[in-house]
């Protein structure tokens, strides 16, 4: 079934141990939408500039990626640019410019508001708001938010965290937005603030999903050579997404077993992003070595 | 099959949110050797002073761990205090007395050197050499070190790293021992110096197994109150070695299986271990108990 992402599409210059790449295209949007490809039909929700040029857009084209959504207006498209630490543990932002998306609007063409899935990428919640009230008949809605959000608009995000059903945040905003530091914790109160599941990414120590009592945990892949981190956990959201709306899996979370399967397609999407710069690794892939990977997350947790 | 630990036997001062307890029983091969007691029968080597009383021997010998290589000489047994931070991520030693353990010299009574498991606590890895010399016919030999030893005492621990089949260290001493930050590279070289099986403990991020070219990951059980992480590592190797000795698997790694279900079980006794302050939780459980948590593992990973 057919899944929506609002959120930004964006250039990034990235520096890191590996080299440097200069205006690449990324945004949260861009990654996540690109992993989802590969599970099911993908509309796109963002905004661009006047710099966002058709080899740009044809990356989305090629993917069967839904751009009618995707607006283009006078000035420049969003751009950042951040360095990675020798260990790529540690992140730096040397520049933000929001350009125009500052001042972005989602607008959804009349038939999006009909689609199953749809998640909220990392915008401002009353923005993701009023594109939930949107929808007319979802199945599931899943979200994503940062610090900059959690402290400077915590109310409006509370009203949002009541409309969606799953949460997918990263282990330092869980705890941001909980107070609690333990995970365990943290995820149990913020499922107490609206979304029934709750799936917090753990970079290179895997990802942690809650869903009413129960827990699930998968370990990172093991990657020898991490090229560049950026956009993993768009990747994840995308992976996971992308493989629940393929299976029509509904946002009560009575299926434990697809939203698991879901959280191992999340880490198998991340694990591909990080091995090239960019989207780069993303664009080369194919459902079979999606499903190959899945195993070797299989070949790698199971014991008998 | 019987297994053997040599390593330390010492009093812990710890503090932390949870509160803090004077002059407890601890030391790695106490902690170790309580773990893998559910398990197996254990031999204990080490040494402690004259203010280890009845009662400390008591816990030994309750859980049915032949101390007949715990030698009681004048002095005082080993000191350490330590301090928990408030999230419990991080620990300051507050005071190290070294006492009878700095001239310690692991004595092997003559039968022991049939033993077929041995564990070699975090002693001088010199030390750790001549007790391994001295078995007759292990089955399997596992090891531990950590910063001290690899700092001062590197080619001594070379040496040792030849001897032994299993090396279990924590991440920090992983990537200290190989230079590598990478823990697939850290692994990988710390088996280019000798042991096939490397077990990398990561904390609350769970464990990770190298094995030739196969890996193999668990993340940790979530635990909502967490009261004391001293021992812990200890416990894992405990559970992890009483486990093996129990199923008298070989050290050669062959048997895979029972080597997964080996970190499992680690990581089950490290689980238990941070429940209450020092050896209290560790005290009081049965192998129904142990099982139980091992469902849990299950529980959390599997997919289907």
């Known amino acids: 079934m057919t899944l929506l992402v609002v959120g930004s599409v964006a250039f990034d210059s990235v520096s890191g141990p590996r080299g440097s790449v200069e205006r690449m295209l990324g945004g949260s949007a861009t990654y996540f939408s690109i992993a989802a490809s590969y599970f099911t039909s993908v509309q796109v929700v963002g905004v661009v500039g006047e710099d966002f040029e058709d080899h740009h857009h044809n990356v989305f084209l090629k993917l069967g990626i839904c751009t009618q959504g995707l607006e283009r207006v006078p000035g420049k498209t969003f751009f950042w640019a951040g360095e990675y630490s020798h260990n790529m543990n540690e992140r730096q932002t040397l520049d933000t410019q929001l350009n125009v998306f500052a001042t972005f609007e989602p607008k959804l063409p009349l038939h999006y508001r009909q689609t199953p899935y749809l998640f909220l990428g990392n915008?401002?919640?009353?923005?993701?708001?009023?594109?939930?009230?949107?929808?007319?008949?979802?199945?599931l809605i899943a979200g994503d938010t940062m610090n900059f959000w959690i402290e400077g608009k915590r109310e409006h995000l509370e009203r949002t965290l009541r409309k969606i059903h799953v949460l997918i945040i990263n282990d330092s905003e869980a705890r941001q937005l909980s107070g609690e530091y333990n995970l365990l914790k943290a995820g149990r109160?913020?499922?107490?603030?609206?979304?029934?599941?709750?799936?917090?990414?753990?970079?290179?120590?895997?990802?942690?999903?809650?869903?009413?009592?129960?827990?699930?945990?998968?370990?990172?892949?093991?990657?020898?050579?991490?090229?560049?981190?950026?956009?993993?956990?768009?990747?994840?959201?995308?992976?996971?997404?992308?493989?629940?709306?393929?299976?029509?899996?509904?946002?009560d979370g009575t299926d434990k077993n697809a939203f698991r399967r879901a959280v191992i397609y999340g880490s198998v999407m991340g694990s591909f992003a990080v091995e090239e710069f960019g989207v780069d690794r993303l664009l080369h892939l194919s459902r079979e070595k999606i499903d190959t990977r899945f195993q070797d997350f299989q070949a790698l947790t199971r014991f008998e």
């Not at 915008?123 to 979802?138: H, K, N, R």
Request: glycine content about 12%; hydrophobic content about 40%.
């Open 189 to 251: 109160a913020i499922q107490a603030m609206g979304p029934k599941t709750v799936v917090i990414k753990r970079g290179d120590n895997g990802a942690t999903m809650l869903q009413e009592s129960e827990i699930f945990s998968v370990p990172a892949l093991p990657i020898e050579e991490v090229f560049d981190p950026t956009g993993a956990g768009d990747s994840f959201a995308g992976g996971f997404m992308g493989y629940l709306a393929s299976c029509g899996t509904k946002g």
């Open 123 to 139: 915008i401002d919640p009353e923005l993701q708001l009023i594109v939930a009230s949107q929808m007319e008949s979802p199945a």
